[in-house]
């Protein structure tokens, strides 16, 4: 969220997260990183094998890999440095900090708790749905939505 500190605020540079691509190769990074130094290109590819709607197939798409990576790194969540060792070229090594750790544990609650919405939600339409017009299932999905997210 634009003007917010990140390091106060929970899931800030999320924005409005809904189910977009953005939010999930945010959340795989940390998740990730929490439990293993990686390089960025490793990352990636782990992105693609287990997301692959979101693969780094192409330039454009592993440009914003990396777009993600530097904002994480910007808001102070994750840190990156040069591995100089080896035959090849440089390459960055991404790591977690501590304030990435806590934002990884609210991602999480945020998704169990998104879970659980779209679980009830599932559920009703299941129950309900055959039973009702079109219209009636938007009109009750949008009740059913409003208030398991509290509105």
Same mark, same amino acid.
């Given at each position: 969220?634009?003007?917010?500190?990140?390091?106060?605020?929970?899931?800030?540079?999320?924005?409005? $997260?809904?189910?977009?691509?953005?939010?999930?190769?945010?959340?795989?990074?940390?998740?990730?990183?929490?439990?293993?130094?990686?390089?960025?290109?490793?990352?990636?590819?782990?992105?693609?094998?287990?997301?692959?709607?979101?693969?780094?197939?192409?330039?454009?798409?592993?440009?914003?890999?990396?777009?993600?990576?530097?904002?994480?790194?910007?808001?102070?969540? $994750?840190?990156?440095?040069?591995?100089?060792?080896?035959?090849?070229?440089?390459?960055?090594?991404?790591?977690?900090?501590?304030?990435?750790?806590?934002?990884?544990?609210? $991602?999480?609650?945020?998704?169990?708790?998104?879970?659980?919405?779209?679980?009830?939600?599932?559920?009703?339409?299941?129950?309900?749905?055959?039973?009702?017009?079109?219209?009636?299932?938007?009109?009750?999905?949008?009740?059913?939505?409003?208030?398991?997210?509290?509105?």
């Amino acid at each position: 969220m634009r003007g917010e500190n990140c390091h106060t605020t929970p899931m800030c540079g999320f924005g409005n $997260i809904g189910m977009s691509p953005n939010f999930w190769m945010r959340a795989w990074v940390l998740v990730s990183l929490s439990r293993q130094k990686s390089y960025g290109y490793e990352l990636m590819n782990a992105i693609s094998r287990l997301f692959p709607e979101y693969s780094a197939s192409s330039p454009s798409t592993m440009g914003n890999h990396y777009r993600i990576l530097r904002m994480l790194e910007t808001n102070g969540f $994750i840190t990156s440095e040069w591995d100089t060792t080896g035959t090849g070229p440089a390459r960055r090594i991404y790591d977690i900090t501590p304030l990435g750790r806590k934002e990884t544990e609210e $991602i999480v609650r945020y998704i169990g708790q998104t879970k659980q919405v779209v679980d009830r939600f599932v559920g009703y339409i299941e129950e309900h749905g055959e039973k009702l017009s079109e219209r009636e299932q938007k009109s009750e999905a949008r009740s059913v939505l409003k208030q398991a997210v509290g509105e």
